[in-house]
């Protein structure tokens, strides 16, 4: 297959406006960690655009960032751990999902697909430290929206819509992003023994306290016991997990009315700052916890429902993020067809997504929800506007869109 590796934004612009031009549909690569992310794509030509990468222009005074859409994501973590900053939304390194090397995704990638880890609960989602864009439409114009400054009101908020897109609607060229302090300690509170339901009665209890909690999960036992981090692997029945971040005195402090609130009946321990962030790294991450080879979903739902999903789905592997409103399900791939419907039932108003399965499963299974009539339109509507030909990742999300 052909491949177009543009140099820099004019040749990403020359490309696109030749694609939509000539009506030749492309499939959108960056240092293509993700590939496997979405439905197979029948697309005449591949859009690298790995050489855009540098230029990182970063404020730390001010909080903001831009960099180069191909811009690795482990080199922004490691300059911003310079200035004692970070990502606020923790995006997860999926590419060893993939097969690929740790670290080798990017920023734009984790946008692009809207991406974030369990500090979700406390700081909110990638779309809202997305700041501001540079892009080529599928109708080969180049624009920009947003801004490099925290507070930007004008116009349409579209990098909150590009967030989610996956590469359908727009090619980033570069990308601004908020970022925050970084906790001078981390500590998580483990509790031990709890089944599924009064875990996230326990969490919910603790996100809803005053003790600004930043990670709340639970591992049930077969999961704790695949954990790097040696008091959750040697556990030997569930764990249940709650992260406070601040100054070392606030933090301790915090810990210490979290753990007189758990269950008399849990046992307890606590992470400090080291196998603290071992634990979330592995939650943020996935791999680690669940097993290999496995075609793995991610379901967003009501928290009060988590149990009642994994309860449907006996034979899966598990763990809950964000209190219980995120589940990782690791389910036998030859069995996917077949146990799609009964977690589309059991999750009720949810969205699962298909994070990982054979290229013949994505095309057989949905991979993200099935969209309701009116979404459909309002979705073929946005697609209309930025990419009316259909040249961009044509039916990665949706049988044609």
């Known amino acids: 297959m052909e491949v177009f ?3 820099n934004a004019a040749q990403l612009k020359d490309a696109l406006a030749w694609s939509a031009a000539e009506g030749q549909t492309l499939a959108v690569r960056g240092l293509g960690t993700k590939t496997g992310l979405g439905r197979p794509m029948a697309a005449a030509r591949v859009l690298d655009t790995s050489a855009l990468k540098g230029g990182i222009d970063y404020q730390p005074e001010e909080l903001v960032l831009t960099c180069a859409a191909a811009t690795p994501l482990r080199d922004i973590l490691l300059l911003l751990e310079q200035r004692a900053q970070m990502l606020a939304f923790e995006p997860p390194d999926l590419a060893p999902l993939y097969g690929h090397e740790p670290g080798t995704g990017t920023l734009a990638g984790a946008l692009a697909a809207n991406l974030g880890g369990p500090r979700r609960v406390k700081m909110g989602a990638a779309r809202d430290h997305f700041l501001g864009f540079s892009a080529v439409s ?10 490099k400054v925290v507070k930007n009101v004008t116009g349409y908020d579209l990098p909150k819509l590009m967030a989610g897109s996956m590469g359908t609607l727009a090619v980033f060229d570069t990308v601004t992003v908020k970022v925050m302090p970084a906790p001078a300690k981390s500590r998580t509170v483990l509790a031990f023994g709890l089944e599924p339901a009064a875990a996230v009665a326990v969490l919910a209890d603790a996100l809803n306290s005053p003790w600004e909690v930043s990670g709340a999960a639970y591992l049930p036992a077969a999961t704790a016991a695949r954990s790097g981090v040696d008091l959750a692997r040697g556990a030997g029945g569930s764990v249940t997990a709650i992260r406070v971040e601040g100054t070392a005195v606030s933090v301790a402090a915090r810990c210490e009315a979290l ?3 758990l269950p008399a009946s849990a046992g307890q321990e606590e992470l400090h700052t080291m196998r603290s962030r071992k634990l979330w ?4 991450d996935v791999r680690a916890l669940l097993p290999d080879g496995s075609a793995l979903w991610r379901v967003s739902l009501a928290a009060t429902q988590s149990s009642a999903l994994v309860a ?3 034979e899966c592997a598990y763990f809950f993020d ?6 990782w399900l690791a389910m036998d791939e030859a069995a996917v067809p077949a146990r799609a419907g009964v977690l589309r039932a059991a999750m009720g108003e949810g969205h699962a997504t ?3 399965a054979a290229e013949a499963t994505r095309a057989r299974v949905p991979v993200f929800e099935p969209m309701l009539p009116g979404v459909a339109a309002l979705t073929r509507g946005v697609k209309a506007q930025f990419d009316p030909r259909g040249i961009l990742n044509p039916g990665r999300m949706y049988e044609g869109v």
């Open 5 to 7: 590796k543009p140099a």
């Open 138 to 147: 599928g109708r080969g114009e180049a624009f920009k929206a947003g801004g």
């Open 259 to 261: 753990r007189k609130a």
């Open 281 to 284: 790294e592995e939650i943020r």
């Open 312 to 314: 449907a789905l006996p």
């Open 322 to 327: 964000w209190g219980g409103g995120l589940v």
């Open 354 to 356: 298909l994070i990982r």
